[in-house]
């Protein structure tokens, strides 16, 4: 029997693949929600399922680059209070961070924020933004003292 799968079964299938299985198996999967029958009209819903995914993704990740080309460019100053030879007392975090790109309107969550080394010295420092798979961008974190 043909069936639809509606969720991951493991070593079985993924989510929305089209399988033939044992009619037994096949009840099971059904009575568990885990599949559907094969027919034309499930077919059709699948399809329509797929497209409109495939749609708010697009649009999610319009939307992401949106704000990319917004930050790109953009430098995140801190002042931080700095003892003998100019050393920083703690370090910026990426919650700092992305509580300072919330001030400017840019609601990204800390997760999203990368460092790839601690921000403790004054200067600049890259930090990387994935606020898709897709969509990956670096911005400007200057620390100067207070």
Not at 51 to 74: F, G, T, V, W
Not at 95 to 104: V, Y
Not at 126 to 143: A, E, G, M, Q, Y
Request: aromatic share 6%.
């Amino acid at each position: 029997m043909k069936v639809i799968f509606l969720q991951d079964v493991k070593k079985q299938a993924k989510k929305d693949e089209i399988k033939e299985v044992k009619d037994g198996y096949a009840n099971y999967l059904i009575s568990n929600k885990l599949a559907v029958p094969y027919t034309q009209k499930s077919v059709s819903v699948l399809n329509s399922e797929i497209q409109a995914r495939e749609e708010a993704q697009n649009a999610l990740i319009e939307e992401c680059n949106k704000i990319k080309n917004k930050l790109e460019n953009k430098v995140i100053n801190f002042k931080v209070k700095t003892g003998e030879n100019d050393k920083v007392f703690g370090s910026i975090t990426t919650k700092q961070i992305s509580e300072e790109l919330s001030k400017l309107g840019f609601n990204i969550d800390k997760k999203k924020l990368e460092l790839t080394n601690e921000i403790n010295v004054l200067g600049f420092h890259d930090v990387k933004v994935n606020l898709h798979k897709k969509v990956t961008f670096n911005i400007r974190v200057s620390l100067t003292k207070e």
